[in-house]
C-alpha cells in the first residue's frame, strides 16, 4: 500500500463542479446546499450547477423558489458560483422522451432569463450539447450565446 501525504497547498487553485441537482431541504441532517457551503475553504472553490425541475420550473411562484433563492444566496454569499442548469435537444430537437420533442434557442434562452431574473446565477451550464457539425445546429448554438450575452454580458 502506498500512502502519499500531500499539503493542502497543492490544492490551492482545485475547483469543484458539483451537479447540485437535489432540493435545498430546510432540514439542516438533509440540507446538501449547506453541506457544499461548509466544504468551501480558502483554496478550494466550488461551482454548483443547480436544476429546480430540469430547467428552472414553470412556475415562478412556486413555493420552491424562495427556498432555492435562500440556497443560491447564501452559497454565493460564502465564495460559492451557481450556474443554471438548461437543456438544449443537442440543438437538433433530440431530447429525452421525458421532456418536450422540440426545444428551440429561443426556449434555452428563456429559462436562463428565469434563472438570471430568479436565482441571480453566475452563469448558465448547456446541457445535452451537439457533437452535430452542421449550419443548423451552429445557427442553433449561436443564437444562444447571442442570447446568453444580451442576459448577461459576462457569461
Request: glycine share 6%; net charge negative.
Amino acid at each position: 500500500m502506498l500512502l502519499a501525504l500531500v499539503p493542502v497547498s497543492a490544492f490551492a487553485q482545485a475547483e469543484l463542479l458539483v451537479p447540485a441537482y437535489f432540493y435545498p431541504s430546510w432540514d439542516p441532517e438533509q440540507n446538501y446546499w449547506d453541506d457544499m457551503q461548509a466544504a468551501l475553504a480558502p483554496g478550494v472553490r466550488i461551482t454548483a450547477i443547480m436544476n429546480p425541475s430540469s430547467g428552472p420550473g414553470s412556475d415562478p411562484n412556486a413555493a420552491y423558489v424562495q427556498d432555492y433563492k435562500k440556497a443560491v444566496s447564501a452559497f454565493q454569499a460564502a465564495g460559492g458560483k451557481v450556474l443554471g442548469y438548461v437543456y438544449t435537444c443537442y440543438g437538433v430537437n433530440h431530447c429525452d422522451p421525458s421532456v418536450p420533442a422540440v426545444r428551440t434557442a429561443a426556449q434555452v434562452i428563456e429559462d436562463a432569463l428565469k434563472y438570471q431574473t430568479l436565482f441571480n446565477v453566475d452563469g448558465i451550464f448547456l446541457d445535452e450539447m451537439s457533437n452535430v457539425d452542421s449550419p443548423s445546429v451552429l445557427a442553433f448554438y449561436e443564437e444562444v450565446a447571442r442570447g446568453l450575452k444580451a442576459i448577461n454580458s459576462s457569461w
